[in-house]
């Protein structure tokens, strides 16, 4: 059972432009989502994160909008550059857990 | 940033035999973490471990796995026997605290493939 899940598989986005990457989850015990970049060859490192007592979380040019009734999140990049190009999970844990559930990822190209 | 380091980064034994993964976790960290990545896509957890216990394990963490940090050295994820449903990239992970809602910092993996 999966428990995160990302969509699109795959998203390709001319640089300049914003991409959006989505993200839902089943447990509602989840209260703490973070975003990963990861790029080829490395493991994956937090880009931001967002607790669900927030709606909405700005780094830059990473924004997280969250959707509690929903459950779902989505990962907003404005003016993606080609060194954006990476694949994203998002990720989902609970206070009374040990670990973070990683989604299936999206992974991101941005064309010059 | 903090580093956590794997070795080796890529390993090819064949079907039955063993096989030690190793991790240099950051310095200061205290609990550590094996995830699974398939096709470079899902990262699937299987086993979290501190103060010399395995605090959780997934139902991928199978009874030939097994995980120890002897003395504060490497954390190791061992495979005996190894099958060649095993072929993945492991990642290990390392944070300072416990608790689900912690940074959680990653090695570049190990590559293992299963002949």
């Known amino acids: 059972q999966q428990q995160v899940r990302q969509s699109p598989q795959s998203l390709t986005v001319w640089e300049g432009e914003t991409a959006i990457l989505n993200c839902s989850y089943e447990?509602?015990?989840?209260?703490?989502f973070p975003w990963y970049q990861q790029f080829p060859g490395e493991g994956p490192a937090l880009l931001i994160s967002?607790?669900?007592?927030?709606d909405k979380k700005e780094d830059g040019r990473f924004t997280i909008f969250f959707n509690k009734r929903e459950k779902k999140l989505s990962l907003h990049i404005t003016d993606s550059q080609p060194g954006d190009s990476a694949t994203y999970f998002c990720a989902a844990s609970a206070n009374s857990g040990t670990y973070q559930r990683f989604g299936t990822g999206t992974k991101l190209q941005v064309v010059p | 940033g903090p580093k956590v380091l794997q070795i080796p980064s890529h390993q090819i034994i064949d079907m039955g035999q063993m096989v030690t993964l190793n991790c240099d976790p950051v310095?200061?960290?205290?609990?550590f973490y094996w995830y699974k990545q398939i096709l470079g896509q899902q990262m699937e957890f299987l086993v979290n471990?501190?103060?010399?216990?395995?605090?959780?394990k997934s139902k991928l963490f199978k009874d030939q796995f097994s995980v120890e940090r002897p003395d504060g050295s490497y954390f190791t994820l061992k495979i005996q026997p190894t099958a060649l449903e095993d072929s993945a990239v492991y990642f290990c992970?390392?944070?300072?605290?416990?608790?689900?809602?912690?940074?959680?910092?990653f090695g570049s993996g190990t590559r293992l493939t299963v002949l």
């Open positions: 471990f501190y103060n010399g216990k395995v605090m959780e």
């Open positions: 447990d509602s015990t989840f209260n703490y």
């Open positions: 992970a390392s944070s300072f605290w416990g608790g689900s809602a912690e940074t959680l910092y």
């Open positions: 310095s200061n960290h205290l609990y």
């Open positions: 967002i607790s669900s007592v927030s």
